[in-house]
């Protein structure tokens, strides 16, 4: 089964969090649906080891889907922070090409992820829906590319 971690940033405002952990719990179903295994930071994750758990996903992942956001933007400029780490053991062991940027919200990727194409989830993410959404059709054949599986492709 194919691995997809999902990075994304706790935000200083515990309601924001909360709604990006309920987008997060939407797009880990979608992605179950499809047969594929997601793991994310879900704040069960004992913070002692939150570096080692982010090592073994990076590196154990099929593909890296990373919330980008205002929180995950300047967390990434933080020399100390989860998100920093993150986007160095990333670059440092070249799986860039692992990465799929999500955005949601109309804030820039993080500089390391400047060239990558992301995906476009703002609406998704205002709505909280993913009824007829082309993005997550965009994501699957993705997806499907990246992984080599076409049952991945959305049908028409």
């Known amino acids: 089964m194919s691995k997809i971690f999902i990075a ?4 200083d405002d515990e309601n924001y969090s909360q709604r990006q952990l ?11 649906e499809k047969n594929l295994e997601v793991i994310y ?4 994750v004992n913070k002692n080891t939150l570096n080692q ?13 990373s919330i980008c956001d205002k929180a995950y933007l300047e967390k990434s400029e933080i020399d100390d922070s989860g998100v920093s780490f993150e986007i ?12 799929i940027p999500i955005k949601i919200s109309t804030d820039d990727l993080p500089y ?3 060239t990558l ?4 989830f703002c609406k998704e ?12 059709n965009s994501l699957f054949i993705r997806l499907s590319e990246k992984l080599s599986k076409e049952e991945l492709w959305p049908s028409r």
């Not at 194409?117 to 476009?120: A, D, I, L, V």
Request: negative net charge; aromatic residues 12%; hydrophobic residues 35%.
């Open 8 to 11: 994304h940033a706790w935000s």
């Open 22 to 32: 309920d987008f997060i719990r939407k797009l880990e179903l979608e992605l179950e």
């Open 41 to 44: 930071d879900d704040n069960t």
């Open 53 to 65: 758990f982010m090592i073994e996903n990076i590196r154990n992942c099929d593909v890296i889907l």
């Open 88 to 99: 160095k053991e990333i670059t440092e062991h070249n799986f860039l090409d692992k990465v």
């Open 112 to 114: 390391k992820f400047g």
């Open 117 to 120: 194409p992301y995906e476009s």
């Open 125 to 136: 993410f205002e709505e909280m829906s993913f009824d007829s959404s082309e993005q997550l």
